[in-house]
Each structure stands twice: as structure tokens, then as C-alpha cells.
């Protein structure tokens, strides 16, 4: 996929709905990785559960796996 070679290329972590196509391709390499968001939340629980994310972790704790978003606590 070009968006997960371009993320690869700029060292990026990519952001998806789309969590079953970037899966097997997480594992892949320890260059990106990918947040997989859940389609049953609200546009509004999506920005506050992404950014809890971003400010707990760091890039290096998100690089090369998939980090799952959902409606669970």
C-alpha cells in the first residue's frame, strides 16, 4: 500500500479505520506503525482516545505494531 510505504519512508504513524488491511503489514518492519481505530466511535471519542494515546506513549513504544482504539476502557 503507498500510504504504508510513505509512512515507512518519513518514519510516521499512520492512523486508520481501515485496521484489517494494515495489520499483516505492521509486523513488517519497526520503521511505522499503525493505530487502528474502532468504526463504532464517535468523531469525538476518537479525539479524545487518540490523544490520551499520543500523550502516554512515545513513538518508539508505537513503532512496529498495531495499537488498537475501541469503545473499551
Do not use: C, W, Y
Given at each position: 500500500?503507498?500510504?504504508?510505504?510513505?509512512?515507512?519512508?518519513?518514519?510516521?504513524?499512520?492512523?486508520?479505520?481501515?485496521?484489517?488491511?494494515?495489520?499483516?503489514?505492521?509486523?513488517?518492519?519497526?520503521?511505522?506503525?499503525?493505530?487502528?481505530?474502532?468504526?463504532?466511535?464517535?468523531?469525538?471519542?476518537?479525539?479524545?482516545?487518540?490523544?490520551?494515546?499520543?500523550?502516554?506513549?512515545?513513538?518508539?513504544?508505537?513503532?512496529g505494531k498495531l495499537t488498537i482504539i475501541s469503545g473499551e476502557i
Amino acid at each position: 500500500m503507498k500510504v504504508f510505504q510513505l509512512a515507512k519512508q518519513e518514519g510516521r504513524i499512520l492512523v486508520t479505520l481501515n485496521i484489517k488491511h494494515f495489520k499483516p503489514l505492521v509486523s513488517t518492519t519497526r520503521l511505522t506503525g499503525v493505530i487502528g481505530v474502532s468504526e463504532n466511535l464517535t468523531l469525538s471519542q476518537i479525539d479524545k482516545k487518540l490523544t490520551a494515546l499520543l500523550n502516554k506513549s512515545t513513538k518508539k513504544s508505537l513503532l512496529g505494531k498495531l495499537t488498537i482504539i475501541s469503545g473499551e476502557i
